[in-house]
C-alpha cells in the first residue's frame, strides 16, 4: 500500500452528494476535490494529479463520457468510475470503451463505493510500475553516459510517481 493518501477527484452536480462523500472519502483518510461540474472537473485535472475520479454520467454541458474522455488524454494512468443514477448497458459500454474502470449505479453502498476507490487506486499503481519498469529496461538499452541515464532515471521517477 503507498504511503501517501488516495487522490480522489469527485465530480457529480448534486451539491450534497459531492458534500457527503467527500466527508466520508476524506475521513477514510483519502485526498479529495469535489467539483459540481465537468469543466471544473477537467481545470482540477489541469491544475493536479489524481489516482481515482469518480464521475457522475449525467451531468449539464459536459457529461462525464467527455470528461473520462479529457480525463485520460491529460492523466493517463488515471482510473475512472462511473457513479450515475442514469445508467444504461449503452453507457456503461460506452464509459468502457474509454476506459473507465468501473461503472457503479445509484443507489450505492458507500463501502462498495469505497473499496472499488481503492481497486483503482491499486490497479493505477500497479500500472504506473509497470510502465515504469518497462521505461527503465528502454532505457538500459540506450548509449548515454552514467550521468544522462542517471538524469533520465529521476525523471522518471517523476513521471512516474515512483517512491
Known sequence: MSSRPIRVLLVDDEAELVEYLTKRLTRK???????????????????????????DLKMPQMDGLEVLRQA??????????????????????ESGRHQALRFLSKPYEFDDLSRVI?????????????AFLQAMKELATTQLSAQEILAETERLQREYEQE
Open 118 to 130: 481503492e481497486e483503482a487506486a491499486a490497479a493505477k499503481r500497479q500500472h504506473q510500475k509497470a
Open 29 to 55: 483518510g483519502h485526498s479529495v476535490v469535489g467539483t459540481l461540474s465537468g469543466r471544473d472537473a477537467v481545470a482540477a485535472l489541469d491544475g493536479q494529479t489524481f489516482d481515482v475520479a469518480v464521475l
Open 72 to 93: 485520460k488524454s491529460c492523466q493517463p494512468f488515471l482510473e475512472v468510475v462511473i457513479l450515475t443514477g442514469h445508467g444504461s448497458i449503452e453507457s456503461a459500454l
